[in-house]
């Protein structure tokens, strides 16, 4: 079974960086550590430079980019301190609409093509984020950012086969991919062996998928510690930066997210920011609390 989101069941170790006493905590199995450094990511750049000691921000940033590992299939990323701006940038204010001009989704209005993975028998009994119980004999699925009980019909581009799922989870927080089947809609579409599959999905009914808020996901800890350390830093910048706490079979993690946005749109600028300005691994997310 080929699982690769955040919440794959990945061994815990320590590693530390050549010509530093400082030993950081990853949930990782030494691939990811090992591309970080190949691809690029000198020390110096890292803030780890054996002459001189490393900041308290670069070393925070560390921390957040190997954590961010586990989300992101072995992509790399550093953390450079910035200035700070003179104030924070707070999202716009706003609120839902009342429920009764709340409107369905539309079939076939929300279209979206990409990368499917799948996720079984590690998480199969546990919770899902919507408070379910995952079943993999069911077809559900997990999405970052379409509401709870919207019906998703899949479509497998490279065979052309089709299922439908209902969201009832998060995820999957691996960089190119869009959505993590169940075992069962997985195999309704031919793709267990292969782990994962180029698909289309089209929103068939449900919540309207553009109504809502939506934030931004930098960063996934083990210790509470290492995520709160990183929200003081951003709050520098940006508001609101929040910590979210939830439970999956390998551990419980420590959300790192920022912003309240309206749209979809919004959140997606606010990545790109945040991305750009702190070469931060990015995830837009529905915030459902």
Not at 203 to 231: T, W
Request: some cysteine; aromatic content about 8%.
């Amino acid at each position: 079974m080929v699982s690769l989101r955040e919440f794959s069941c990945i061994p815990i170790m320590l590693v530390r960086p050549y010509h530093t006493e400082k030993w950081f905590e990853i949930s990782e199995t030494g691939c990811c550590v090992t591309q970080f450094f190949r691809r690029g990511a000198s020390l110096d750049n890292l803030g780890l430079n054996s002459r001189r000691e490393p900041s308290r921000f670069a070393r925070l940033a560390l921390l957040a980019a190997l954590a961010a590992f586990v989300a992101s299939g072995c992509r790399h990323g550093t953390y450079t301190a910035q200035p700070p701006a003179p104030a924070p940038i707070p999202s716009p204010p706003s609120a839902p609409p009342p429920p009764a001009e709340r409107q369905p989704a539309i079939p076939g209005q929300y279209v979206e093509e990409g990368i499917a993975s799948w996720y079984g028998v590690p998480f199969d009994g546990h919770r899902t984020s919507n408070g379910e119980i995952y079943d993999i004999r069911q077809f559900t699925a997990a999405h970052r950012t379409l509401p709870f009980g919207a019906m998703v019909r899949v479509t497998n581009l490279s065979n052309g086969m089709q299922t439908e799922v209902r969201i009832n989870d998060r995820g999957p927080f691996v960089a190119n991919r869009i959505i993590d089947l169940s075992q069962a809609a997985a195999r309704a579409i031919a793709m267990v062996g292969t782990g994962t599959a180029t698909v289309r999905l089209e929103v068939i009914s449900g919540p309207n998928p553009e109504e809502g808020f939506f934030g931004v996901q930098v960063g996934a800890f083990l210790m509470q510690d290492n995520a709160e350390r990183l929200k003081s830093q951003l709050q520098i910048r940006y508001l609101p930066v929040s910590v979210v706490s939830f439970d999956l079979p390998n551990g419980r993690f420590y959300r790192v997210r920022v912003g309240r946005l309206p749209n979809e749109i919004s959140a997606r600028r606010l990545a790109d920011q945040l991305h750009s300005d702190d070469q931060l691994i990015t995830f837009v997310v529905r915030l459902d609390e």
